[in-house]
């Protein structure tokens, strides 16, 4: 009874730890009334907009497709460019027809639930979905791993400002990585469920574009990583195709929709198809990257950027690069870029297996696991960057986040590997005592 009621109390307490991020995230809410959040300012000054837009004229008034200029609300933000540049990205009339209106939906059913004033009060529901997913996230990892890399794992999620800082946010990064979490938590589980990847799929979909990749293939690399982080695990590579192919169906549902959306309002298909089409032609960087030496150049930099930074550590008390307009939006654990904490951590592992080869232990090759689960992170996380790396450069505060898969796969496999250490540990411990003892009784009757 009293085992249980302990059991109990650590489960709450984890409970509280899963809760964490969206209690940082929410504590800045009591005084923040209408302001814009840093994480998007620009994107949120415009689904406000829309919003505006959805309420005075109707949601179906373009389409479903969302105003960006109606009332001119915030001006300067988004695309209320004083300069008038922004014919690239809007019809004249103001009209947005690129990226799938799935986050103006959810501020305009979170404005009828809470009011449209403060938009504090709107970003309650995105901070209840990013809390809900975060709990779901942790406890999937409990019951898959065992209470310890439970603790570990979401205490290390708890350094990395960007598991946290956009919770509020109105548009789509208050989404995205809450859908992200929910994926991972589902596919870590020894269930066979299916049918979730296509929700998720669908609902990323009507989110970004941006997160195609990590949506698609999740379910295969966290099957093809589980061996390496605890050995004796079997790849359930049919069910990971499944996922798969799936969550890529749901993915394509919600841009076909978009796409009928977008033809709509145009009444034109030839003229939708051409109009997304450029837009993911300017995504390329069609026009802008010239050959394939210079595309290498543009994804070089990216990757040296986002994992280095041209000032790997940062601290409460000394942030470098504040004149760089990229420098904040690098991914950061405890003030390290995520290249610097992998060395800190490679050369662990080095230290670790020759430890075991010094004490003749039979190695588990944990230096081969761990670079094996960096390619599998790393090409997850960075293939949105491959395939479009002119928006990657010009939109580096959305898809820095995209590298907390790969930091999840790392922090998980470090969780793990000290788990595994401790348990061993214990349980020598535990064969021990009892010989110790009946030693002792021995000597005793010698006496």
């Known amino acids: 009874m009293a085992e249980r009621f302990v059991r109990r109390l650590w489960a709450i307490a984890f409970f509280v730890l899963c809760c964490c991020g969206t209690m940082l995230a929410g504590w800045p809410l009591r005084n923040m009334g209408d302001a814009l959040l840093h994480a998007d300012p620009n994107s949120e000054a415009n689904a406000l907009r829309e919003v505006d837009g959805f309420r005075a ?157 990590l949506v698609i293939l999740t379910p295969l690399a966290l099957e093809l990583a589980m061996p390496l982080v605890s050995p004796g695990e079997v790849v359930r590579l049919r069910l990971a195709a499944a996922r798969s192919s799936i969550a890529a169906a749901g993915f394509a549902l919600a841009h076909v929709l978009h796409l009928c959306q977008v033809w709509a309002y145009y009444g034109s298909l030839s003229r939708a198809v051409e109009d997304l089409g450029a837009s993911a032609r300017y995504r390329v960087g069609v026009g802008e990257i010239h050959g394939f030496a210079d595309y290498l150049a543009h994804v070089s930099w990216l990757l040296t950027y986002q994992l280095f930074s041209r000032y790997p550590v940062s601290l409460p008390i000394w942030r470098p690069g504040e004149d760089d307009v990229f420098e904040p939006y690098v991914f950061r654990f405890l003030g390290l870029t995520l290249a610097l904490w992998w060395v800190a951590a490679t050369v662990c592992m080095v230290v670790a297996d020759a430890r075991r080869r010094d004490r003749g232990l039979a190695s588990a090759h944990l230096l081969a696991r761990w670079c094996a689960v960096t390619v599998i992170g790393l090409m997850v996380s960075s293939l949105w960057w491959l395939a479009m790396p002119a928006h990657s450069v010009q939109h580096f505060f959305l898809h820095y986040r995209h590298l907390f898969f790969l930091f999840f796969l790392l922090a998980l496999f470090i969780a793990v590997s000290v788990s595994s250490i401790i348990e061993h540990r214990t349980l020598a411990l535990d064969h021990l005592i009892p010989s110790l003892r009946g030693r002792d009784k021995d000597d005793q009757r010698g006496k």
């Open 57 to 213: 004229e109707g949601v179906w008034h373009y389409a479903g497709l969302g105003n960006t200029l109606f009332n001119k609300r915030y001006p300067g933000w988004g695309f209320d460019d004083p300069k008038g540049e922004v014919w690239r990205w809007i019809t004249p009339e103001g009209v947005y027809t690129h990226y799938p209106q799935g986050p103006e939906y959810i501020l305009y059913i979170a404005e009828a639930l809470f009011g449209p004033e403060p938009v504090a009060r709107a970003r309650i529901l995105p901070l209840m979905l990013c809390g809900a997913a975060s709990v779901f996230f942790g406890f999937s990892l409990r019951r898959r791993f065992g209470p310890m890399v439970g603790w570990l794992v979401m205490l290390a999620c708890l350094g990395v400002p960007s598991f946290y800082d956009a919770n509020t946010s109105v548009h789509m990064l208050g989404y995205t990585l809450a859908l992200l979490l929910v994926e991972i938590g589902v596919c870590v589980g020894r269930n066979k469920r299916v049918v979730p990847l296509v929700l998720l799929g669908f609902a990323q979909g009507w989110m970004s574009f941006d997160y195609v990749f």
